[in-house]
Nanobody, 123 residues
Framework: QVQLVESGGGLVQAGGSLRLSCAAS????????MGWFRQAPGKEREFVAA????????SYAVSVKGRFTISRDNAKNTVYLQMNSLKPGDTAVYYC????????????????WGQGTQVTVSS
């Protein structure tokens, strides 16, 4: 399994931007599909975005499409989530996920998880 560490969360006003990073351990990062999920208090963990091993395929939740961009740098073992035009509804703990088998919108399908980073958007 790959070890994942997220960073870049914080407090931002509505309309602002943040960039999350997820650093992965190991030498096989490029063989993992990567994803971002989020979980707000009292809600289930939900899919945000995912990217294929090469970065050639990306997928987004409808709620973030056009505002968020997922990217990866396989040389740096890092995946990013650029979040623009943030809304109070984006407030959640954001989790990085990795899997060698598939890209899925279901959290249960992902094999490795980071510890999460808090994103708070004030109105």
């Amino acid at each position: 399994q790959v070890q994942l560490v997220e960073s870049g969360g914080g407090l931002v006003q509505a309309g602002g931007s943040l960039r999350l990073s997820c650093a992965a351990s190991g030498r096989t990062f490029s063989s993992y599909a990567m994803g971002w999920f989020r979980q707000a208090p009292g809600k289930e963990r939900e899919f945000v975005a995912a990217i294929s091993t090469s970065g050639g395929y990306t997928s987004y939740a409808v709620s973030v499409k056009g505002r968020f961009t997922i990217s990866r740098d396989n040389a740096k073992n890092t995946v990013y989530l650029q979040m623009n035009s943030l809304k109070p509804g984006d407030t959640a703990v954001y989790y990085c996920a990795a899997d060698r088998i598939q890209i899925s919108r279901a959290a249960r399908d992902w094999g490795s998880w980071g510890q999460g980073t808090q994103v708070t958007v004030s109105s």
